[in-house]
């Protein structure tokens, strides 16, 4: 992979972002069911409230991430909503390339720190641990079903 590059999302970017959304997620673990329409939905509300970025490799378009810089702390904390790349380009650097320079951008907007939420059967774990992304030492992720 050569030419990665990754820019705030446009309208343009909307309907590839939100079929990479769609394929991704439906997968194991996560099995999540969106339709066109939802996922289309999701990420035009992510690119007008929150910080949205397509990635691109060799002019491509293969994944995207999503940050919520107002999540908690505002200015403080950079919390990842989500963070898709297209399976074929996996494994390739492009998450390690992409978390970095995420935290580049915002360490130089003045966070202090990188919050998400991460599946424990997901692939992408031994990537966030390369990466010194841990389990938070105070924060846990609570749930409650609504019958």
């Known amino acids: 992979m050569k030419d990665l590059i990754i820019k705030k ?3 343009k970017d909307i309907s ?3 079929k990479i959304y769609r394929e991704e997620f439906s997968k194991s673990p996560y099995n999540e069911k969106w339709t066109e329409k ?3 939905e ?3 509300f992510f690119l007008k409230f929150y910080d949205l970025y397509s990635i691109f490799s060799d002019g491509k378009i293969v994944g995207f991430i999503c940050i919520n810089p107002k999540f ?3 200015g403080e904390v950079a919390f990842g909503e989500e963070f898709a790349i297209k399976e074929e380009f996996q494994n390739k650097g492009i ?9 580049k951008i915002y360490k130089e907007k ?7 939420i991460a599946d424990l059967n997901s692939r992408a774990n031994s990537l966030y641990q390369k990466l010194g992304i841990l389990p938070s030492k105070k924060d846990i992720l609570i749930e409650k079903e609504l019958d």
């Not at 390690?96 to 320079?101: A, D, G, I, Q, R």
């Not at 003045?110 to 998400?116: A, I, P």
């Open 9 to 11: 999302a446009g309208v």
């Open 16 to 18: 590839l972002l939100s």
């Open 38 to 40: 939802k996922s289309a």
């Open 42 to 44: 999701k990420m035009k």
């Open 72 to 74: 908690m702390c505002p």
């Open 95 to 103: 998450g390690t390339f992409v978390l970095n320079e995420i935290f």
């Open 110 to 116: 003045g966070f202090k720190r990188f919050l998400g």
